[in-house]
């Protein structure tokens, strides 16, 4: 789990200046914290999804 935090906080204060340059993840004019905000619950979205798909496979039975 440390490897993903670190993930996500290289990736989130890169995420603003990304859109700095290129505008592609929010209109002109919205604010940085709007395009923050939106990163983290994706991420947080993601991180929810993936613990309930792996813990339901560790619960299937894949054994005779």
Known sequence: MLNIYRNWLYIS???VEDNRLW???KPSGTQDEVVRVAFNQDVKDMKTWLTSRLNWLDQASFQD
């Open 23 to 25: 505008q592609n993840i």
């Open 13 to 15: 204060l890169a995420i």
